[in-house]
């Protein structure tokens, strides 16, 4: 233990305790989403694209917070997959817009288990998670603001 003042331990530091919660729930959620075909980035986007289908690369990206360079492979692994196509938009060309498949709509019913994943293995009760969720997002919009 360190006898400076100013140290603080790690489990005291909020930073610490929301990333490795983040890689706990990814390792919870791993073997899932590898029995779905995809990966944790590829599941925010088609989650993103259940949301709102038909957006583009850019949109997918701003909405989960990432570059679009970052989406892009994401993107063509999952086309390449079938669970979505790329397509000109039909109001301004120089757009593509990313849809999803059929097989990409019904993936949506089949990803149900990480979330309840998520509620056994964290002890929450529903309001609990809410209420987490809501002070979690309140905290991530605060630090996007202030990264502006």
């Known amino acids: 233990m ?3 003042p ?14 490795s919660a983040s890689i706990a729930i990814n390792r919870v959620y791993k073997p899932m989403l590898d029995a779905l075909g995809v990966t944790y980035t590829q599941y925010l986007v088609l989650s993103t694209l259940w949301e709102k289908d038909g957006l583009t690369i850019s949109a997918i990206a701003d909405r989960l917070g990432l570059e679009p360079s970052t989406i892009t492979p994401a993107v063509k692994r999952l086309e390449t997959a079938g669970f979505l196509g790329r397509h000109r938009s039909t109001v301004d060309e120089r757009l593509v817009e990313v849809h999803l498949t059929t097989k990409g709509r ?12 998520l509620l056994e293995h964290s002890g929450f009760t529903v309001p ?3 209420d987490l969720n809501e002070k979690v997002r309140k905290l991530r919009d605060g630090m996007r603001d202030a990264a502006k």
Do not use: N, W
Not at 6 to 16: N, Y
């Open 106 to 117: 019904g993936l949506h019913v089949k990803t149900g288990c990480l979330t309840a994943s």
């Open 128 to 130: 609990e998670m809410i």
């Open 6 to 19: 100013t140290t603080v331990p790690l489990d005291s530091q909020l930073c610490f305790s929301i990333y």
């Open 2 to 4: 360190s006898t400076d």
